[in-house]
T-cell receptor
Framework: DAGITQSPRYKITETGRQVTLMCHQTWSHSYMFWYRQDLGHGLRLIYYSAAADITDKGEVPDGYVVSRSKTENFPLTLESATRSQTSVYFC????????????FGDGTRLSIL | TQLLEQSPQFLSIQEGENLTVYCNSSSVFSSLQWYRQEPGEGPVLLVTVVTGGEVKKLKRLTFQFGDARKDSSLHITAAQPGDTGLYLCAGEGGGTSYGKLTFGQGTILTVHP
């Protein structure tokens, strides 16, 4: 089915470990985004990508790394996880700019102990 | 950095009541989107407004974009328990922010039968 899928849905890890969250979309949307959602902060943009091999920082990029070698995939890596990175992470995609809607995955709930 | 202040953060009302959620900013947005999010799922787009002063209606929901494109409101008439959820406003900036969304903190709405 067409859509955007995130994996895993739930992840528990320890501080200092590397963890990668996966995002895959089947629409061939140019733009992809990673957000974190914390109570009282809404959704905050971590990184975004306008096309394959083009990525840029968002509001809260520190401690995160992204890549986009293929249009459909946009993995997010926490290189050395910290407790402050415990959050719910959402991936989204859109056709582009000018009021285009963003389509979100169902999120990854990440807990760092 | 563009900021969107959303209020109220929490709203608990009885079925049949009316309510309004506000999003305010000192920045001008090229478009303003409203999303609704259910527990365990990603946000889903309700509406996009792009013209200053624009009003859009979606059944019992009325969305308005301020004349100066700095603020927006969501009004729900005769709220129902099915309206319960998290409502998020999101503004798309211009220039280098084109295509990126800035989200408000969200409004958690609970409608009691």
């Amino acid at each position: 089915d067409a859509g955007i899928t995130q994996s895993p849905r739930y992840k528990i890890t320890e501080t200092g470990r590397q963890v990668t969250l996966m995002c895959h979309q089947t629409w061939s949307h140019s733009y992809m985004f990673w957000y974190r959602q914390d109570l009282g902060h809404g959704l905050r943009l971590i990184y975004y990508s306008a096309a394959a091999d083009i990525t840029d920082k968002g509001e809260v990029p520190d401690g995160y790394v992204v890549s986009r070698s293929k249009t459909e995939n946009f993995p997010l890596t926490l290189e050395s996880a910290t407790r402050s990175q415990t959050s719910v992470y959402f991936c989204a995609s859109s056709e582009g700019r000018g009021g285009q809607p963003q389509h979100f995955g169902d999120g990854t709930r990440l807990s760092i102990l | 950095t563009q900021l969107l202040e959303q209020s109220p953060q929490f709203l608990s009302i009885q079925e049949g009541e009316n309510l309004t959620v506000y999003c305010n900013s000192s920045s001008v947005f090229s478009s303003l989107q409203w999303y609704r999010q259910e527990p365990g799922e990603g946000p889903v787009l309700l509406v996009t407004v792009v013209t200053g002063g624009e009003v859009k209606k979606l059944k019992r929901l009325t969305f308005q974009f301020g004349d100066a494109r700095k603020d927006s409101s969501l009004h729900i008439t005769a709220a129902q328990p099915g309206d319960t959820g998290l409502y998020l406003c999101a503004g798309e900036g211009g220039g280098t922010s084109y295509g990126k969304l800035t989200f408000g903190q969200g409004t958690i709405l609970t409608v009691h039968p």
